[in-house]
């Protein structure tokens, strides 16, 4: 599997990006993908992530209503639309992807991963 994410830059609180992550390899729609970001000096974490049948996702608290978590599967890509953003925001952002059929919001389970694009917000 390989992942490209697209869509990071800079924006002012309150502004909104639509990150893109086009895959290629696997069938696009036999694998959950996951968004995760990391900051500078902290760990990264899981923002949100999505089922490969779309039926079920996942939030962190800090992000629940104002992040959106998609996939289009006949176009092989995932979306993390993020509005209302906020400087705490400002990160490096990763999708990832399992190497098997599963379903997590651990890390760990995550084994591909792409470049990561930088989102930045100023206050």
């Known amino acids: 599997v390989q992942l490209v994410e697209s869509g990071g830059g800079l924006v002012q609180t309150g502004g909104s990006l639509r990150l893109s992550c086009a895959a290629t390899g696997r069938t696009f729609s036999t694998y959950a993908v996951g968004w995760f970001r990391q900051a500078p000096g902290k760990e990264r974490e899981l923002v949100a992530a999505?089922?490969?049948?779309?039926?079920?996702?996942y939030y962190i608290d800090s992000v629940r209503g104002r992040f959106t978590v998609s996939r289009d599967n006949a176009e092989n890509t995932a979306y993390l639309q993020m509005n209302s953003l906020e400087p705490g925001d400002t990160a490096v952002y990763y999708c990832?992807?399992?190497?098997?059929?599963?379903?997590?919001?651990?890390?760990?389970?995550?084994?591909?991963w792409g470049q990561g694009t930088q989102v930045t917000v100023s206050s």
């Open positions: 990832a992807a399992p190497d098997s059929a599963i379903w997590s919001t651990t890390r760990g389970a995550y084994k591909y």
């Open positions: 999505i089922t490969a049948n779309r039926r079920s996702t």
